[in-house]
DNA sequence: TGTACATCAGTGAACGCGCGTTCACTGATGTAC
DNA sequence: TGTACATCAGTGAACGCGCGTTCACTGATGTAC
């Protein structure tokens, strides 16, 4: 279904991918037009053939990123419930794991940005405000039968604040007491046993 | 006991106020040298016979910003005490109000940029550590008897979490919504009626 | 009370650097015959 | 199968702008006598 991705399209992938990666480790302010082009290859000059501006990209980068890491998600939820444990379990586990903790750059793009979010001109604010969307309705998904969106916005909001103080006061123990307490509190109240 | 502060002391406070104000609405790299002298009145020029440097300015007034809105909090929840209410109620409803989600600039730091704080030098993530080691400590003062670190811990979580998110939703029915949301499942766990 | 001088707070021009954006050009890829 | 030409993707130099920082200078405040 999908064809061959012609030179240029691979290209603009690249770049993308690179962009995506950047923008959770350095925040919006930290996309360089020229440090995204060389860590994919390439040189600054070649970058409006791809793009209409930096906005253009950050914009497909937030956007990539968030599937990214939904996708990963995705593949969390389904090797637990094999497993026959509950999807919100493997949502809370996977999302407040030590290893998420430090990798900021590969994580959910909300939690890496979203005290930003609000501060961006409409270009950026609109896929930022679509990335939390999909964040509430991925928990909303997870949680047991009955489950409801309010529900979901409280759970996805504990997940997100978490996640950055744990960050935060740092990848150790005070940063990974700060998750265990989260993962304990949430599904002691919303995972049916 | 604090005396009359001198011309330069009265000057210097007021470059600290304006900045953090500045921080809480724009984030650390929204902080400018000039802007924040004209919004004090005076011309960037003289900006280094009252700061070493910039991040020195950011860092003062993140622990201004931190005092100030702490303050406001503990006034708060006097004033609830005086109601017989609970002190949690006053955070948990101070917190998450409607006021609180379009006041970013003079609201908490710590939701106003904890996505960002992750990311800053030594000498910003100090005091940015601090801002929430405080909350934290603030919250479980809030709490009823016997309530723990822990607890303190992911109420102030879903606290900050929640407010970035409604910001980015917006300031309009969704964003009171998740507001709304939080309050009710904070205070139905936690608030001893 | 008044005058002379030192200190202090703030001014405004200038510098250097990084960064987004533009553009003329080059080398490679693909197509026509 | 080979040659000529058009198109495409990427290069690298240059421009303009904003911003942190420096510095010589000015006007006001305060002190000594």
Redesign the pocket.
């Known amino acids: 279904m999908s064809r061959q991705p ?3 399209e691979a ?1 603009h992938d690249r770049i993308v991918e690179v962009a995506a990666r950047t923008l959770r480790r350095n925040g919006y302010a930290g ?5 995204v ?1 060389k860590q994919a ?10 793009f209409e ?3 253009a990209l950050l914009a497909e980068a937030i956007a990539r990123a968030g599937r990214d890491s939904a996708a990963t998600m995705g593949q969390r939820v389904a090797a637990s419930r094999s497993r026959g444990e509950s999807a919100l379990r493997a949502v809370v586990e996977g999302y407040l794991s030590d290893t998420h903790l430090s990798s900021t750059e590969t994580g959910c793009v909300v939690a890496a940005l979203s005290s930003e979010m609000p501060r961006q001109a409409p270009t950026l604010l609109a896929p930022s405000v679509e990335r939390v969307r999909k964040l509430i309705a991925l928990v909303q998904r997870a949680l047991p039968e009955g489950g409801t969106k309010e529900q979901a916005m409280v759970i996805a909001s504990t997940l997100v604040g978490t996640l950055q103080l744990a960050r935060t006061l740092g990848v150790n123990a005070q940063g990974k007491a700060m998750l265990a307490a989260a993962r304990h509190a949430l599904l002691a109240q919303y995972d049916t046993p």
């Open positions: 012609t030179r240029r290209t996309v360089g037009v020229a440090d082009m290859g390439l040189t600054h000059g070649g970058f409006y053939a791809h501006s930096r906005d």
